[in-house]
Every structure is written in structure tokens, then in C-alpha cells.
């Protein structure tokens, strides 16, 4: 754990870094391009989230040698908030772009796993979960060309880190066959949404978006607790979500 303890703290420092430097190039820019004119907003958002099969990768003894072990994981919940600042007076012909810092949960219980050691089909009594906390900066672009009084479409992505608790489980029950591990991962996402007008100040926004956090690493434990190898793997999925902005105003 300390190892873990070590290496989250120091990706938690380059995402404050990064959070703080992007803030003060959306405030600069904004300032240079029209002082005034960008506002800032804060955002809540929850919905689904729905997790793609894990593909566990490395060399587990026994038997030894390469091996699997594919998850498949059921529908699963994402909550998350962000604070941004968009940016008229940087508009792009149609676009208008916004910057943002924004900080999610995902969880996802583990439906079914297959153990390539051993042979065809499922492990009996899959139970577990995987989690992870996603601190992301986006840049996102409110299309103009389709804007009116009550709807805008987005669109845009961003780059993170995803700090990731595998609590994987199958085989006998009681301890059973584990993948346990805390990791933090590079990680991506890519956003498609719309904001709908509520009030002056307040727009209602649904999203869709695809997250990938790669090279996710875990280690294998038998029933005895004994270290049997690890793994790797890239936990991508999709999230749809629903939640509010609250403009702060302009600032100057």
C-alpha cells in the first residue's frame, strides 16, 4: 500500500497541476480574447454506466505461461460534478468552447469470469466489484450553428487520471480466487451531449461518453491468500448521464 499511497499522491499533485493550469489558461485567454465575457458554471451529473468486459492479461501460476481472465461486469451507476468556464470570446466560427475540471465515481459489480488456466467456461460464484474515481480536464464546444433559446449540442473529450479498485472474486466461496489492487492509470474520454435551458441561469444537459483508463493493473491471489501473479488491462465502457449546470456569471 505504500508503494499505491506514493504513486497516487503523485498523480493527485500532476492532476491539481494540470487542473491549475488549465483554469489559468482558459481565465487568460478569456481576458485577452474579450475581459468579461467567459462564466464560469458548476455541473452534477449521475446515470449509467456500463463497463466492456475486462480483459486481464499476464503470466499466472499456476498453470503458468500467459493467461486470461475475462470479466464480464453488469450495468453499473456513475456520479460525477465539474466546475468550468466558458469562453465566447473565443468563438470559432460555430463553436464555442468551454474548459472545465471534473472529478467522477463508476462502479460496476462483476456479473461472470473465465480463467483460461482453466480451460473452457465460466468460474463458478463471480462476485466482486470494480471502482474508480476519474479526474479529468475537458475541452468541450458548444455548436452555435444549431443553437437557439432552449437547446445546444456539445461535443469534445479530455485527458486524467483514473485511480482504479479491482475486488474481483470467483471460485470457492469465502476467499476464493481474488484480483485485488489499487492502480492509477492514464486515462481519456470522449463527450457528446446537449445542454437544454431551464431557466436564465440554469440548463438541464444529458451526455453520452467513452472512457478508456489504461493498463489498469491488478494481482492474483489464491484461496490461501498466496501471490499467484498480474495483471493488466485497459477498462473502458460508456456513460449516459443527466444533470444540471448552474451558471456563476461572468466574471471581469
Known amino acids: 500500500m505504500g508503494t499505491f499511497t506514493k504513486r497516487a499522491g503523485k498523480a493527485l499533485a500532476i492532476g491539481a497541476v494540470s487542473g491549475a493550469l488549465l483554469g489559468g489558461l482558459a481565465v487568460s485567454s478569456a481576458q485577452a480574447a474579450d475581459p468579461g465575457s467567459a462564466a464560469w458554471y458548476l455541473r452534477a451529473f449521475g446515470g449509467g454506466n456500463f463497463q466492456l468486459d475486462g480483459d486481464y492479461r499476464g503470466t499466472i501460476t499456476p498453470p503458468g505461461g500467459r493467461q486470461n481472465v475475462d470479466v464480464d461486469f453488469d450495468d453499473g451507476f456513475v456520479v460525477g460534478g465539474a466546475v468550468g468556464v466558458k469562453l465566447p470570446g473565443m468563438n470559432l466560427g460555430a463553436l464555442t468552447p468551454r474548459a472545465e475540471i471534473e472529478v467522477s465515481y463508476r462502479e460496476n459489480d462483476v456479473d461472470s469470469v473465465d480463467f483460461t488456466g482453466n480451460g473452457a467456461g465460466a468460474e463458478a460464484n463471480p462476485r466482486g466489484d470494480v471502482s474508480s474515481i476519474f479526474l479529468m480536464g475537458n475541452v468541450l464546444f458548444d455548436i452555435n450553428a444549431f443553437e437557439s433559446d432552449f437547446f445546444t449540442p456539445y461535443f469534445g473529450g479530455g485527458i486524467g487520471v483514473a485511480f482504479v479498485d479491482n ?86
Open 167 to 252: 475486488n474481483i472474486r470467483y471460485g470457492p466461496l469465502g476467499p476464493g480466487v481474488n484480483l485485488l489492487d489499487s492502480d492509477e492509470a492514464f486515462a481519456v474520454q470522449a463527450i457528446i451531449g446537449a445542454n437544454f435551458k431551464v431557466t436564465e441561469n440554469i440548463s438541464f444537459n444529458i451526455d453520452g461518453r467513452y472512457y478508456n483508463a489504461f493498463d489498469v493493473s491488478s494481482v492474483r491471489l489464491n484461496p490461501a491468500g498466496v501471490n499467484t501473479g498480474s495483471t493488466q488491462t485497459d477498462l473502458d465502457g460508456f456513460s449516459v448521464t443527466g444533470g444540471f449546470s448552474i451558471s456563476l456569471g461572468a466574471f471581469n
